[in-house]
């Protein structure tokens, strides 16, 4: 079992930056894939940005150039930096790992955090 907790979303103008935190307990070692994926107010759930216990790094075109996500196995904790924010960026932002586990893959989220860009 892989438990995920979301911190650091929050109000800030266009233009600023937020710092996203994911902290992961449990079974961390099985995570092969950790990222972040967005849901914008009447929208579908997307992929922002995921690293793969490989290095492998993938960002949805979107935010390319202005999110970098980062890993700290340490402190078994992912980061998101958002930089040059938009209000298109307004979304709820969610953790999620895929884990390998009694041959099984699964798939776990984080109760996600509020990110709210204005004009």
């Known amino acids: 079992q892989v438990q995920l907790v979301e911190s650091g979303g929050g109000l800030v103008q266009a233009g600023g930056s937020l710092r996203l935190s994911c902290a992961a307990s449990?079974?961390?070692?099985?995570?092969?894939?950790i990222g972040w994926y967005r849901e914008p107010p009447g929208k579908q759930r997307e992929l922002v940005a995921v690293?793969?216990?490989?290095?492998?790094?993938n960002y949805a075109d979107s935010v390319k150039g202005r999110f970098t996500i980062s890993r700290d196995n340490a402190k078994n904790t992912v980061y998101l930096q958002m930089n040059s924010l938009k209000p298109e960026d307004t979304a709820v932002y969610y953790c999620r790992a895929v884990a390998y586990a009694w041959a099984s893959i699964r798939n776990y989220w984080g109760q996600g955090t509020q990110v709210t860009v204005s004009s």
């Open positions: 449990g079974s961390t070692s099985s995570i092969t894939t």
């Open positions: 690293i793969s216990s490989d290095g492998s790094i």
